[in-house]
């Protein structure tokens, strides 16, 4: 009785072995290192590795060590000031095809790392960097959308030949004909450009044009999404390794920037919402007011509502210099440069203008409520010269206006404006006295319980200790091997998880001591125990996983970590507690006569 086949007993050796393995890189520590990438995004060759390499070398402050990883040069140092020595040394050089970022790297062996094994990811509060909290407009996409919609039916109309006039109020368009016979016309016509659009007719001469509630919900979705996006090109721009940009709630964007101290140049670009406009400029003096903007060398400008191109159609910017001057290249994508191209056939020697357009948020008001505000600027002014399509110049900015421009341009303008509504700046320091004290707490939680068992269970309570133990290192090896981000509620836990894995211990030995109180022989009260436990230990690690599930599913970031460490903790000390322990108990007393147990 109480013997295991072989296979289990290997299934167990195998299971701990595996865990040391995949925990061995996190006892090795990690240094400050710069991560070196091609701009493009590429992976790097060895040619580009060895020139990258030439080029550290001749640096003050020279690496410790060089390694490639997932396409990524990593280059580590002895501390952190030879790092940031580094850093500007490279950035000084100004090698535009390389992106250079500060972060740290694992100190491992190579055979470690040729296996593709990595320490434990560790989270914001632990490494130290930047956390900022966005809350987007959901209602400015939509109006966006409405305008793009007002767009386009000036344009279907104005190529049909009919008499109109386009208004926009609210999430309404108002299309309003001269010839009430054509209002038929004009109502199949909106239906072709988009049958899912609610057309409803308001007098002889006027439709009412609005979205569907599943038009509304896929704006404000696509809006989130886009604006993540543009969000992750942005921060790759800033050189920052390892960023975690993730959807939070409804209508808010989490953007964590380790290895970044200061937050102003991120600030900056991540929550601009600067694009541009190309316009007509209206000569006539017949143009409406809402259409005059300030220009900026001084007056003003008076522009035709209709948009030749926008921000959105901009598939790439960069920028330059011309005659001396500072300037900013665009290329359009295919309908922008079309819409060019046409303008400027029909307009040769006639002026067109860049508007720049950025939101700002301004309140909160009495009521607790913000208001959208864009600020709108004519940037640009100049007659046309020739014909053009997807590729020109615009000029009227600074050095660092166009550099700015350019980066947001090609990053991808936002869908709707963002406002930063939280920010948190944690320093690495701060980030190493939290893994300090969280290391301390698992520690001296480990040692009161295993002090505890070994008291009141005597040799099961060391076999328990054995397997707790064991439970640690599976934890920290299955974080290492998902890659998942350690936090500080992620190490509370793992505080608790080491509880939760004596427990079921506590309840096994618990049923055999009353099996042995009863008249039970040895071997058929560990039997006893071990089958009689089972149901509670796998109810209460059952219903502890579900909320961990719930946690996971509802929770934000430090709430998921929380999860993660909890959920892979249950399935970690299931296996210990119950097989490790069992495997154990029966290699020392399976199969043999005994009198009494030390339990």
Do not use: C
């Not at 909890?566 to 000390?573: E, P, Q």
């Amino acid at each position: 009785m109480n013997r295991y086949p072989l296979w289990k007993y290997l299934l167990v050796l195998a299971v701990v072995a595996l865990g040391l393995l995949t925990a061995l890189p996190n006892f090795y520590g990690s240094a400050p290192a710069l991560q070196i990438t091609n701009a493009d995004g590429s992976t790097m060759s060895d040619s580009e590795v060895a020139r990258i390499e030439t080029v550290l070398s001749g640096l003050s402050a020279a690496p410790s060590e060089d390694f490639l990883r997932d396409g990524k040069l990593y280059a580590t140092f002895a501390d952190i000031d030879a790092q940031s020595t580094a850093f500007e040394e490279l950035a000084a050089l100004g090698i535009e095809d390389l992106g250079i970022a500060k972060t740290i790297a694992p100190k491992q062996p190579e055979w470690l790392r040729t296996m593709g094994l990595a320490p434990m990811s560790l989270g914001l509060d632990l490494r130290g960097g930047v956390y900022l909290l966005y809350e987007v407009d959901l209602d400015e996409a939509v109006v966006n959308l409405v305008n793009a919609y007002k767009s386009n039916f000036q344009v279907a109309l104005r190529d049909a030949g009919i008499s109109h006039r386009v208004n926009v109020q609210g999430r309404f368009i108002i299309v309003q004909v001269r010839d009430a016979s054509q209002l038929e016309a004009v109502e199949d016509l909106i239906r072709d450009a988009d049958p899912n659009l609610v057309v409803t007719t308001t007098d002889a001469r006027s439709l009412r044009v609005s979205l569907s509630e599943t038009q509304v919900r896929e704006r404000q979705n696509f809006a989130i999404e886009q604006n993540i996006t543009s969000f992750r090109n942005r921060v790759d721009a800033l050189g920052v390794a390892e960023p975690v940009i993730q959807r939070q709630g409804l209508n808010r964007i989490v953007v964590q920037l380790p290895g970044i101290q200061n937050p102003n140049d991120a600030i900056r670009i991540l929550g601009s919402t600067a694009t541009l406009e190309f316009r007509l400029v209206d000569t006539s003096g017949s143009g409406s007011r809402a259409n005059t903007f300030p220009f900026r060398e001084g007056g003003t400008v008076t522009l035709k509502s209709e948009v030749i191109a926008s921000g959105d159609q901009i598939i790439d910017a960069s920028a330059g210099f011309s005659e001396g001057q500072p300037n900013v290249n665009i290329r359009l994508d295919d309908v922008g440069g079309k819409r060019m191209l046409e303008t400027t056939q029909k307009n040769l020697q006639r002026p067109m203008a860049v508007l720049f357009i950025e939101s700002e948020r301004i309140g909160p008001d009495e009521n607790g409520e913000y208001q959208t505000r864009k600020k709108r600027e004519v940037i640009n002014r100049a007659n046309i010269n020739g014909v053009f399509s997807t590729n020109f110049q615009i000029t009227g900015l600074t050095a660092n206006e166009a550099r700015d421009l350019s980066l947001l341009l090609k990053a991808g303008a936002l869908s709707a404006p963002v406002y930063l509504v939280g920010q948190e700046t944690i320093g690495p320091s701060t980030g190493q006295q939290n893994i300090d004290r969280g290391f301390k707490a698992i520690q001296i939680g480990f040692l009161a319980v295993v002090l505890f068992m070994i008291v009141y269970y005597r040799v099961f309570g060391l076999i328990a200790n054995m397997a707790l133990l064991t439970n640690l290192v599976l934890i920290v090896g299955a974080l290492s091997l998902l890659q998942a981000s350690l936090t500080l509620p992620g190490i509370a836990g793992i505080v608790l998880t080491v509880g939760m894995a004596v427990d079921a211990n506590v309840l096994i030995f618990e049923r055999i001591r009353e099996e042995l109180a009863g008249g039970a022989s040895v071997q058929s009260a560990i039997n006893s125990g071990y089958e009689k436990a089972f149901s509670s230990i796998a109810d209460a690690n059952i219903t502890t996983f579900i909320a961990a599930l719930v946690l996971f599913l509802f929770g934000t970031g430090p709430v998921k970590g929380f999860a993660v460490t909890l959920a892979l903790g249950i399935a970690t000390s299931m296996f210990t507690a119950i097989v490790g322990t069992r495997a154990v108990v029966n290699l020392i007393y399976g199969g043999r006569k005994l009198d009494k147990l030390a339990v």
